[in-house]
């Protein structure tokens, strides 16, 4: 998802299929399979395309909706090699979070999952982090052209006048690099020093670009590393725009997830801070997809990814 895509190549049919797919189990296995293997399912385990639906006695699907691979005689399911491998949780309620956790702009609550599928508030929260896992790494290789680079601070609001050395401490920087039509890249970083923002851009914009910034002396020096060359805004002054120099864009990311964070959160440990930036950037990476093909990208980013709850908690 580099591009923003025309709205008359979009494929509205995975979100037809998905109000039955999260109400019937059986629904929501043919689902699973069909967007994430295709036509042709594969072993996990060994990459055999030789493979066989399990069956019970009387010709149904086997309970567990289990495969057999012929070439390793191994077995496994839709499951298999996938944040929810091993879960308990049923998969009618992973394609209902997937659904809502992809198509809402500013995301969906553990709570409120809670509510719609009678989960645990612990298992919701397990879950969307386990989804959130899989929208990881939606960027596809490095910014170019004209990259916006801002920098901002989240959470630790003060509640009263004497607690704003408190609060301070408790914010979060976050860097965000947003390429003009393209992706963004959004980076939890422990401080906004001037070596700490210019190695965030060398990682994730090409030399080739031309960097935007306002005129926060950190980023001085950055524009001899790009061919083309670093230009400011000076808010300062009330200076917001001057021709085709602006943070605009990187500044409305940010407003997203301020929002997503205010209203829908409330409040986010800078523990899991970036699980939560890799959801707002896989949205607006693949803002230009339908809803329902946005859900199928996030189901096929879980491939190959494995989130233990042990992993999560640690510190």
């Known amino acids: 998802m580099t591009k923003v895509q ?98 809402s702009k500013k995301g969906v609550s553990a709570l409120e999952i809670h509510r719609q599928t009678g989960l645990s508030y612990k298992s919701s929260l397990f879950l969307l982090h386990r989804i959130r896992f899989a929208m990881a790494g939606s960027g596809n290789g490095p910014l170019s052209g004209t990259v916006e680079v801002d920098e901002t601070y989240v959470g630790g609001k003060a509640r009263h006048v004497r607690d704003r050395r408190e609060a301070w401490a408790r914010k979060a920087p976050v ?57 400011t805004v000076k808010h300062s002054a009330y200076e917001y725009a001057r021709g085709d120099v602006t943070t605009n864009t990187v500044e409305g990311f940010f407003s997203i997830v301020k929002r997503s964070i205010n209203g829908i959160y409330h409040s986010v440990s800078k523990k899991h801070l970036h699980r939560y930036l890799d959801e707002y950037e896989f949205r607006y990476n693949g803002r230009g997809l339908s809803d329902g093909e946005r859900t199928v990208a996030a189901i096929r980013g879980a491939d190959g990814k494995r989130l233990r709850y042990r992993a999560m908690v640690a510190a």
């Not at 399979?33 to 010709?59: A, F, I, L, N, Q």
């Not at 700490?196 to 031309?210: E, P």
Request: proline content about 4%; some cysteine; charged content about 35%.
């Open 175 to 231: 860097i965000a690099l947003v390429e003009r039509g393209g992706d963004v890249r959004c980076l939890h970083v422990n401080d906004i020093k001037g070596e700490t923002l210019k190695d965030a851009i060398r990682s994730n914009v090409d030399r080739g670009s031309r960097i935007m910034t306002d005129e926060a002396p950190q980023y001085r020096g950055i524009g001899d590393e790009y061919e083309g060359g670093h230009e």
């Open 6 to 103: 025309n709205r008359s190549t979009k494929d509205d049919t995975p979100i037809q299929e998905l109000p039955m797919a999260c109400a019937d189990e059986a629904s929501a296995v043919e689902f699973m399979e069909k967007h994430r293997w295709g036509e042709h399912p594969g072993c996990p385990h060994c990459g055999d395309m030789d493979v066989y639906r399990m069956r019970s006695r009387d010709g149904s699907r086997e309970k567990y909706f289990r495969w057999r691979c012929r070439g390793c005689k191994r077995q496994f399911s839709v499951r298999t090699g996938t944040v929810f491998e091993d879960s308990r949780i049923p998969l009618r309620h992973w394609c209902f979070a997937f659904w809502r956790a992809a198509t």
